[in-house]
Structures are given as structure tokens and as C-alpha cells.
């Protein structure tokens, strides 16, 4: 297939990048392109224009102020992948983002595009949903700033009006000494996941689970925290009985079918990958 004709701009400013998207009817922002021209070869998309944001200075960047991680729409997986500072401070998205695709898709692929195209197998999406992200966005009208948890409007689709643009995204570090874990299930390593978990730990002085987070990626139409599974774990000490019935918990979540996966099975994934997840977040933790 041939991707459909479409105009081309390549802005070299976030001003004109904004205006073009302001006066330009059903134009799509292209940045690392790994799902967009796939979309348009196949016809699954249809703008009218494309804007292209590779030249605009500014939107790539890995930035730690001593409480918040900020990292710009146009930073590539890659430079994610081999960040120090991620590794340190966020070692559950460096841990996620080696499940990216294939070196070649994360030397192209963004941050900001992958939370934009917002596939519900994406690691960095299940990511940014554990970990209670900000996403920034920008118009000609301004500035705002969405929760992670308000992001997704629709499947495959972000709260955007047609003339705002992702910039950045903010992530908050746990604390040192919690325990994280991302697993996910596919065919093949690169492949999309069917299914994945991306847990996070913290423990009191006294042993017991003071903070948790368990989110499922690939499951539903976008990542879903499991807010009862979290529960069940807070103010235990996590012994294999609780993570076992937290697990059992994430099995309950309504899971989508499709014509290869059907939706029990999703359900049987997440309850494994929840359990080990959780296993090894806790065996990484500081107790």
C-alpha cells in the first residue's frame, strides 16, 4: 500500500508548529513516525497535512530538578534507554523501554509520539499511567497540563484538540529503596504486547506495604491502574498469599477481544504477570 497524498509542512519553531496546527484542518503532528507512516502505508489514517517537528529546537531533552523528571516530546527512546539519570530515577521506564520494538524502532520512536499514539500495548504509556504522569500540552492558546489518568479520551486516542501538541511529560521518582518491576507477554520479543504489569513498591519502617502501584498495559482499550489490586496489598507484608490475591484481582479487569486474543486469556495473563511482577518488585525493594 501507498500512503494517501497528504501537504507537508516542517516547521522550525514551536510557534509555527502551533499555528500550523491552528489554521490547517485534520492535520496529524509526525515526530519519530515508527506507528504514523505505518497507519498511513496501510490506510488506517487519513489527515491532511503533515507536521513535521523533527527540526524544532527545544522539545528533546531528560531534565531532573531534585523532585521531578521532565522529559520533552521529541526525546527518542533511545537516549531514554541509555539514560543514567532514568536508570536512577526511574528504573521502571528504562526497564520498560528495552521492550520497545527493536533498536531501530527506539533510534526514531519518541516519548511524546508514543503517548500520543497511545496504543494500549505501549510500554511508555503503561508507564506514565503507573507512575502518575503530567502530560504538557501546547496550543496558541496557551499551556495545559493533563494527569496521565485523564489522557486517554477513546481507544488509540489523546484528550487533544486538533490545534494542541504534546511537548513534554513530567514523572515523579518514587523514593529510593522501592521496588519496580515491568513484564510483558508477546510472541516474539519486539512483537506488541498482548499483555503486560508494571509494578511499583514502597515499604514502611515496619515492613508493611505503605505505597503501591499496579498497572496493566495491552488489556483494555488503554492502561488501567487496578485500584482494588493496590488495595489489597496496602498494609500487608506482602507475603505470597497477598500478592496472590491481588493477582486474582487484575483477572477481574474487563478485558478486550479481538481476532487473535480473546479477552479470558488477557484476563489469565495479567493475573500471572501481576504475580511475578509484584515478586520481584518486592525482592527489590528496601524492607
Given at each position: 500500500?501507498?500512503?494517501?497524498?497528504?501537504?507537508?509542512?516542517?516547521?522550525?519553531?514551536?510557534?509555527?508548529?502551533?499555528?500550523?496546527?491552528?489554521?490547517?484542518?485534520?492535520?496529524?503532528?509526525?515526530?519519530?513516525?515508527?506507528?504514523?507512516?505505518?497507519?498511513?502505508?496501510?490506510?488506517?489514517?487519513?489527515?491532511?497535512?503533515?507536521?513535521?517537528?523533527?527540526?524544532?529546537?527545544?522539545?528533546a531533552?531528560?531534565?531532573?530538578?531534585?523532585?521531578?523528571?521532565?522529559?520533552?516530546?521529541?526525546?527518542r527512546?533511545?537516549?531514554?534507554?541509555?539514560?543514567?539519570?532514568?536508570?536512577?530515577?526511574?528504573?521502571?521506564?528504562?526497564?520498560?523501554?528495552?521492550?520497545?520494538?527493536?533498536?531501530?524502532?527506539?533510534?526514531?520512536?519518541?516519548?511524546?509520539?508514543?503517548?500520543?499514539?497511545?496504543?494500549?500495548?505501549?510500554?511508555?504509556?503503561?508507564?506514565?499511567?503507573?507512575?502518575?504522569?503530567?502530560?504538557?500540552?501546547?496550543?496558541?492558546?496557551?499551556?495545559?497540563?493533563?494527569?496521565?489518568?485523564?489522557?486517554?479520551?477513546?481507544?488509540?486516542?489523546?484528550?487533544?484538540?486538533?490545534?494542541?501538541?504534546?511537548?513534554?511529560?513530567?514523572?515523579?521518582?518514587?523514593?529510593?529503596?522501592h521496588?519496580?518491576?515491568?513484564?510483558?507477554?508477546?510472541?516474539?520479543?519486539?512483537?506488541?504486547?498482548?499483555?503486560?504489569?508494571?509494578?511499583l513498591?514502597?515499604?514502611?519502617?515496619?515492613?508493611?506495604?505503605?505505597?503501591?502501584?499496579?498497572?496493566?498495559?495491552?488489556?483494555?482499550?488503554?492502561?488501567?491502574?487496578?485500584?482494588?489490586a493496590?488495595?489489597?496489598?496496602?498494609?500487608?507484608?506482602?507475603e505470597?498469599?497477598?500478592?496472590?490475591?491481588?493477582?486474582?484481582?487484575?483477572?477481574?479487569?474487563?478485558?478486550?477481544?479481538?481476532?487473535?486474543?480473546?479477552?479470558w486469556?488477557?484476563?489469565?495473563?495479567?493475573?500471572?504477570?501481576?504475580?511475578r511482577?509484584?515478586?520481584?518488585?518486592?525482592?527489590?525493594?528496601?524492607?
Amino acid at each position: 500500500m501507498k500512503a494517501p497524498d497528504v501537504d507537508y509542512v516542517a516547521p522550525r519553531s514551536l510557534e509555527e508548529a502551533l499555528r500550523c496546527l491552528a489554521h490547517t484542518k485534520n492535520a496529524r503532528v509526525l515526530a519519530g513516525g515508527q506507528s504514523l507512516m505505518a497507519m498511513l502505508n496501510m490506510r488506517f489514517a487519513f489527515p491532511d497535512c503533515l507536521v513535521d517537528i523533527n527540526r524544532i529546537p527545544g522539545l528533546a531533552y531528560i531534565e531532573d530538578d531534585g523532585q521531578t523528571v521532565r522529559i520533552g516530546a521529541m526525546t527518542r527512546q533511545r537516549e531514554v534507554e541509555f539514560s543514567d539519570l532514568i536508570r536512577s530515577r526511574l528504573p521502571i521506564l528504562h526497564e520498560a523501554v528495552l521492550n520497545v520494538g527493536h533498536r531501530q524502532t527506539r533510534n526514531r520512536g519518541t516519548v511524546g509520539g508514543s503517548l500520543c499514539q497511545l496504543d494500549p500495548s505501549a510500554e511508555i504509556p503503561t508507564i506514565a499511567m503507573a507512575l502518575d504522569a503530567q502530560i504538557h500540552i501546547d496550543s496558541v492558546r496557551g499551556r495545559r497540563t493533563l494527569s496521565m489518568a485523564e489522557f486517554p479520551a477513546d481507544y488509540m486516542t489523546p484528550a487533544l484538540e486538533p490545534d494542541e501538541m504534546v511537548t513534554g511529560v513530567s514523572l515523579q521518582p518514587w523514593d529510593a529503596g522501592h521496588g519496580w518491576s515491568f513484564l510483558e507477554f508477546s510472541r516474539r520479543h519486539g512483537d506488541f504486547a498482548i499483555a503486560s504489569a508494571a509494578v511499583l513498591m514502597q515499604f514502611e519502617g515496619d515492613g508493611r506495604v505503605g505505597r503501591c502501584a499496579i498497572t496493566l498495559g495491552g488489556v483494555a482499550s488503554a492502561p488501567v491502574r487496578v485500584a482494588r489490586a493496590e488495595a489489597a496489598l496496602l498494609g500487608t507484608r506482602a507475603e505470597d498469599a497477598d500478592i496472590d490475591a491481588a493477582a486474582a484481582l487484575c483477572a477481574e479487569v474487563e478485558a478486550a477481544s479481538d481476532a487473535y486474543v480473546p479477552g479470558w486469556y488477557r484476563q489469565r495473563l495479567a493475573r500471572g504477570l501481576v504475580g511475578r511482577a509484584v515478586r520481584q518488585a518486592r525482592s527489590r525493594a528496601i524492607r
